[in-house]
Nanobody, 123 residues
Framework: QVKLVEAGGGLVQAGGSLRLSCSAS????????MAWFRQAPGKERDIVTA????????YYADFVKGRFTIFRDNAKNMVYLQMNSLKPDDSAVYYC????????????????WGQGTQVTVSS
């Protein structure tokens, strides 16, 4: 079993930056993608970004391209999300997710989930 724990959420003004981190513990893995999803109240959980096992393959949702960056450190079992130029619409609970193999963009493809961290962007 793999346990994911997110950190780094909080309140920030529009235009500001935050860095989220996700640590993986338990059975270590390096073959699958890790990703960040987000879910605002009353909305579905959407993919934000994903990164494959070696960090070369990355996917970004259109609404974060050019503003967010995902990167991972397999030696430390960590994945990070650098968020710049934040907007009020970015406010949501952000979830870290991991899958055993491949790279996916839908929640059903991911095997493990963190508990989520709240990001609130004030206008």
């Amino acid at each position: 079993q793999v346990k994911l724990v997110e950190a780094g959420g909080g309140l920030v003004q529009a235009g500001g930056s935050l860095r989220l981190s996700c640590s993986a513990s338990g059975r270590t893995f390096s073959g699958g993608a890790m990703a960040w999803f987000r879910q605002a109240p009353g909305k579905e959980r959407d993919i934000v970004t994903a990164i494959n096992w070696n960090g070369v393959g990355r996917y970004y949702a259109d609404f974060v391209k050019g503003r967010f960056t995902i990167f991972r450190d397999n030696a430390k079992n960590m994945v990070y999300l650098q968020m710049n130029s934040l907007k009020p619409d970015d406010s949501a609970v952000y979830y870290c997710a991991a899958m055993e193999i491949g790279l996916g963009t839908t929640p059903s493809e991911y095997d493990y989930w963190g508990q989520g961290t709240q990001v609130t962007v004030s206008s």
